[in-house]
């Protein structure tokens, strides 16, 4: 059985701090028992980071089926994530807020909070520049993976943005619906292109050398903790060169 405290024990272990920005891509199921589910991690994550750190989960909402003919309608209340209990969980607590961005929004509890999801629906992509993925590393936060490997590591579709991956972005953008307090607002943006065969796990080897990424078990997860702007940095560097570079 997995307790609150066990949990904050691996999770310190594994380079957690009291004072962290991190953002969590997460299964459950991988952890072993844990009594009460999503809120015994969720309380554990915010345990270990204390009241001066602050924690975010992505809550992604876009689907291969939208595009210009069939924008994104998101309401930050009540519009459900697909990534799993832990984040579907974590949104709906009252503590959270929840970014305004249609496709890959993102819910944090903490410190900055609100500063950290301000916006989002006004960059000029999902993930990358001026998104809180790249928020949090210019605050010097970390990702964790817990449970899950670099497979979904949803800050590379930033980089994949940034450095213009052939094919990742749809060609037209979208007018999507953002509905708040029964209000509707329309916003121009862009959305992802799915389908492209990627290999995020490449980059393992790259973080490793580098000596900005931690492996560990939490509970009964395979877990890794990345430093965000060194990740940035190495992966921006491969993929000033080659933007395919995270395709396979």
Not at 62 to 84: A, I, K, M
Request: charged share 20%; glycine share 10%.
């Amino acid at each position: 059985m997995l307790t609150l405290e066990k949990l904050v024990a691996d999770l310190e272990a594994l380079g957690l701090e009291r004072g962290d920005n991190v953002l969590v891509h997460s299964s459950l199921s991988k952890l072993g028992w844990v009594p009460c589910g999503a809120e015994t991690v969720i309380g554990a994550l915010l345990t270990a980071v204390g009241d001066e750190g602050l924690v975010a989960v992505p809550t992604l909402t876009g689907s291969r089926e939208l595009g210009p003919d069939n924008p994104p309608v998101f309401d930050p209340q009540h519009t459900p994530c697909w990534v799993g209990i832990i984040p579907e969980t974590f949104r709906k607590r009252e503590d959270a807020v929840r970014s305004l961005h249609p496709t890959h929004s993102v819910a944090a509890i903490g410190a900055r909070c609100a500063e950290l999801v301000a916006g989002h629906e006004m960059a000029a992509a999902p993930c990358g520049p001026g998104t809180p993925y790249y928020k949090l590393a210019a605050w010097g936060g970390k990702i964790l993976f817990l449970g899950v490997d670099l497979r979904v590591n949803t800050t590379y579709h930033g980089l994949e943005e940034e450095w213009d991956a052939p094919g990742h972005l749809q060609r037209l953008p979208v007018e999507a619906q953002i509905i708040q307090d029964g209000v509707v607002r329309v916003i121009e943006t862009r959305i992802h292109q799915y389908g492209i065969p990627r290999d995020y796990m490449k980059t393992l080897p790259l973080l490793q050398e580098a000596g900005v990424i931690e492996e560990g078990l939490v509970g009964e997860a395979h877990s890794y903790l990345i430093k965000s702007a060194p990740m940035i940095q190495l992966v921006g560097r491969e993929l000033s060169r080659n933007p395919r570079y995270l395709y396979s």
